[in-house]
């Protein structure tokens, strides 16, 4: 990413609300989040994927990986726990999130990750 003066910028950051992912088909969602992190973009999602989704992520990662084309893969962390059966589905029906955020980012821009409760820290660089 370029500045306005033609110097290089640090890393490009992308926020996804759920309300643009929800609209999308589940192949579309991640080809979405692909296709940004294969940019050098870090992906935060205002709803956490889930897991079915983020071991599909990964196998497309994967497929990626095996194409060449310098792609080395994807960094993902989430905040917050994932909610299951009745008590998501009363949450979701009172227009609540039942799902942390999420941060995907590519391998070799995410260098350091630190997860605890109540927050995610995290280093990139080229």
């Known amino acids: ?3 306005t003066r033609g110097d290089e910028m640090g ?3 992308e926020f996804l609300s759920s309300k643009s992912l ?3 088909a589940p192949e579309r969602k991640l ?3 692909i296709e940004a ?3 050098n973009k870090i992906i935060v999602l205002e709803e956490g994927l889930t897991r079915e989704e983020e071991r599909e992520l990964f196998s497309r990662v994967m497929h990626e990986i ?3 084309g310098g792609f080395t893969g994807i960094e993902i962390v989430g905040l917050g726990g994932e909610v299951d059966g009745v008590r998501a589905g009363l949450i979701k029906m009172l227009g609540g999130k039942t799902k942390g955020l999420t941060v995907v980012g590519p ?3 995410v260098r350091e990750i630190k997860r605890n409760p109540e927050k995610i820290g995290f ?3 080229k």
């Open 107 to 109: 391998e070799k821009l």
């Open 22 to 24: 929800d609209k999308l």
């Open 11 to 13: 890393v490009e950051i």
């Open 1 to 3: 990413m370029r500045g």
């Open 31 to 33: 080809a979405v989040i």
């Open 123 to 125: 280093a990139a660089g």
């Open 37 to 39: 992190v294969k940019h």
């Open 66 to 68: 095996g194409k060449g």
